[in-house]
């Protein structure tokens, strides 16, 4: 097992060759991960990181029970524009190559109104990285002139209203379906 020490050192170099806009954070065990926007050469990752997830990781992210992304999901997740559909992805470097181990969105659903959600690898939960995805995803909305943000999630996903409470979002029962929940932050 690698220490934090080792693994920042071993990540250190696969980071520095990342191009374009690109962000290195410490979680709160102290290893570093790279955020960056979703690109198209992540399709792949994308699909890998969605087929990790746990059965239930998978049911909070998408509400419904899913095997896999098919075609036109993944089409859907990898359709960014930088303005109205954000995504960002975060990486970690291990064995040799950057795997996906979180990825925040938001999509314009009014002028100034997005919604978001973001999902974290199993492994890597209440480390800090939906909140660091999320800062990073709610700075984006607020420079796009978006004045609310919100995510519909189920309302038994307790990390989810922890990590919106902690954001500053207000959270309200759904009112067309009692299972659910919306989180909403006023930008």
């Excluded at 934090?4 to 696969?14: L, P, Q, T, W």
């Excluded at 992304?69 to 992805?89: C, E, F, H, S, W």
């Excluded at 307790?158 to 500053?168: F, I």
Aim: glycine residues 4%; charged residues 30%.
């Amino acid at each position: 097992m690698l220490t934090v020490k080792d693994h920042n050192e071993r990540a250190a170099a696969a980071y520095a060759a990342v191009l374009g806009q690109c962000w290195i954070e410490a979680l709160k065990d102290g290893r570093h991960v790279l955020i960056r926007p979703l690109e198209e050469k992540d399709r792949e990752r994308e699909y890998a990181f969605i087929k990790r997830l746990s059965p239930e990781s998978r049911h909070m992210r998408f509400l419904a029970q899913i095997s896999e992304p098919g075609t036109a999901m993944l089409n859907q997740l990898m359709d960014t524009d930088n303005k109205n559909r954000v995504a960002y992805i975060a990486l970690v470097h291990e064995n040799g190559q950057l795997i996906e181990i979180g990825i925040s969105r938001y999509s314009a659903t009014g002028e100034h109104e997005c919604e978001c959600a973001v999902t974290v690898a199993d492994d890597w939960k209440h480390l800090g990285l939906g909140a660091l995805l999320m800062e990073h995803l709610i700075k984006t909305a607020r420079k796009n002139d978006f004045r609310q943000m919100y995510s519909v999630d189920a309302a038994s996903n307790a990390p989810m209203r922890d990590l919106a409470k902690a954001l500053g979002f207000d959270t309200h029962n759904d009112p067309d379906d009692t299972r659910q929940v919306i989180h909403r932050l006023y930008l």
